[in-house]
C-alpha cells in the first residue's frame, strides 16, 4: 500500500474542528532569556535539591504510582488551605483537569463559557472534546462585562464557566462581587482558576462552602514546579466524584508524587520565592510606567501586559528578542489585545536585561 493511501485511511477519520486547529505553540528559547511562559526564575536551593535527589533515588520505578496519590492531596490540602469538608482530584497539570471538567459534560449541545481575552485551553479543550466555546468579551480595562455575561448564561446555558482569577493574558483579578453574582445565575459549575495564587493572595478557595456549584483549581506549575504536571481542582465531594471517574488511574506519575510531595514539606521556599517575585513585580511596572509610549495593565500576577502606543508590537517583539530576551507576542492587530506584548517577571538580572532591550527598542525607527 503506498504511503498516501495510509495516511488517506487516517486522515478521512479525523474530525474538521481537529484539523481546523492550529497546534498549541510553544517557541523556542534556546540562548535566550526566558521570560515568556509565567515560569518560576528560581531554582531550589542546593540544600533541598540534595535532599530531594536522594528523595527520587529511592522511589520506586518498578511500581505504578499510588493511584489516588492520597498523601500528596492531604499535604496539598494543608499547604493551599482546602476546607476539610471539600475533596480535591489531582491533574497531570490543571490543564488535565479542564480537559477531564470538559470530557465530563460533553454531549451534544453543550457548552463551556470563559472570557476574551483569556486563557486559550478552554477553547481548544472544547474543541477537542467537541462541544461549543463561548468567550465574552472583557471590557476595555479587562473587566468583567456584566451586561454581555448576564445575556450570554441566559443565552447559552453554560455547563461550566471558567474564570480565570488572576485572568492571562491581562493579569488582573475581577471584581468579588462580579464573579459571585455569576456563580449564582450560573445555570452549571464555575470554575476559578487560580493558578497565580502564590502572586495575588486574593482566593476563592474559602467561600468553597458558600457555593455548591463552584470548584477552585490550583497548581504548582507558576510557583516554580512547572515541569512536574501537577493541578488540584476541589470542591463538593458529590461533583469532584464524577470528575475523578474520568480520571487516569496513574496520572501523577511516581516523580511527581515524591517530588511534589517533598518540595511541599518544604513550601517556605517556595514561599520566599513568590515574594521575591511580587517584590520584583512592583519595581518592574514602576519602571515601565515611566516609559513614555507604553500602556502597561495592572498585574496582580507574575507576569505584565503592554501596549505599544507608537511602535509596532512584531517589531518591538522581534527587537527584543535580537537582544537576546524572549517574551510572548499577543499577535493581535485589533481588539482588545491590539499591539500588546506580555512579559513575565524574572530575576532582577532578567528584567534589567528585558528594560535595557524594550529601551533599545523603542529607540529604534
Ligand atoms: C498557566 C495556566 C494554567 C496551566 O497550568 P498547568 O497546571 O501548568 O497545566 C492554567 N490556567 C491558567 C489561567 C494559566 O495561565
New binding site residues.
Given amino acids: 500500500m503506498s504511503q498516501n493511501s495510509v495516511l488517506d485511511k487516517a486522515s478521512r477519520w479525523i474530525r474538521p474542528v481537529i484539523k481546523k486547529i492550529h497546534a498549541y505553540h510553544v517557541a523556542d528559547a534556546s540562548g535566550l532569556i526566558k521570560l515568556d511562559a509565567?515560569e518560576n526564575p528560581y531554582q531550589l536551593s542546593v540544600d533541598l535539591t540534595a535532599q530531594l535527589q536522594a528523595r527520587l533515588a529511592a522511589a520506586d520505578l518498578n511500581r505504578y504510582p499510588d493511584p489516588a496519590a492520597s498523601e500528596l492531596r492531604e499535604k496539598l490540602r494543608q499547604v493551599m488551605q482546602v476546607p476539610q469538608d471539600k475533596e480535591i482530584v489531582l491533574?497531570n497539570?490543571?490543564?488535565?483537569l479542564?480537559q477531564m471538567l470538559a470530557m465530563a459534560v460533553a454531549e451534544r449541545d453543550v457548552c463551556l463559557m470563559s472570557f476574551d481575552p483569556?486563557?486559550v485551553?478552554y477553547k481548544m479543550i472544547a474543541d477537542f472534546v467537541g462541544i461549543q466555546y463561548v468567550g465574552v468579551s472583557l471590557t476595555e480595562d479587562f473587566a468583567l462585562d456584566m451586561e454581555k455575561t448576564r445575556a450570554a448564561i441566559a443565552q447559552h446555558q453554560p455547563a461550566i464557566i471558567f474564570i480565570?482569577y488572576p485572568?492571562?493574558p491581562s493579569a488582573n483579578c475581577y471584581s468579588e462581587k462580579d464573579i459571585e453574582e455569576i456563580i449564582s445565575i450560573a445555570p452549571g459549575m464555575v470554575v476559578l482558576?487560580e493558578?497565580?495564587h502564590p502572586f495575588a493572595q486574593s482566593s476563592f478557595m474559602s467561600r468553597l462552602s458558600d457555593f455548591d456549584n463552584l470548584l477552585v483549581?490550583r497548581?504548582?506549575?507558576?510557583m516554580g514546579l512547572?515541569g512536574l504536571?501537577?493541578?488540584l481542582l476541589c470542591g463538593h465531594p458529590d461533583i469532584i466524584k464524577e470528575i475523578d471517574k474520568i480520571r487516569l488511574p496513574y496520572n501523577i506519575n511516581v516523580l511527581t508524587q515524591v517530588a511534589a510531595g517533598f518540595v511541599l514539606d518544604n513550601a517556605g521556599e517556595l514561599a520566599q520565592q513568590a515574594k521575591l517575585i511580587r517584590d520584583e513585580r512592583e519595581r518592574l511596572l514602576e519602571k515601565m510606567q515611566a516609559l513614555p509610549g507604553l500602556q502597561v495593565f495592572p498585574s496582580q500576577a507574575n507576569f505584565v501586559l503592554f501596549r505599544l502606543l507608537e511602535k509596532n508590537a512584531n517589531d518591538v517583539f522581534e527587537s527584543i528578542k535580537q537582544s537576546g530576551v524572549l517574551i510572548k507576542n499577543m499577535k493581535a492587530d485589533d481588539g482588545l489585545l491590539k499591539n500588546c506584548l506580555r512579559v513575565t517577571v524574572g530575576t532582577p538580572e532578567e528584567n534589567g536585561a528585558f528594560l535595557a532591550a524594550l529601551v533599545s527598542a523603542m529607540k529604534n525607527e
Avoid: C, H, P, Q
Avoid at 497539570?93 to 488535565?96: A, L, N, T
Avoid at 497548581?219 to 507558576?222: A, D, F, L, R, Y
Fill in positions: 509565567m491533574g497539570g490543571s490543564d488535565e479542564i483569556g486563557f485551553m480565570a485572568n492571562n482558576d493558578a497565580y483549581m497548581t504548582v506549575s507558576k512547572a504536571r501537577l493541578g
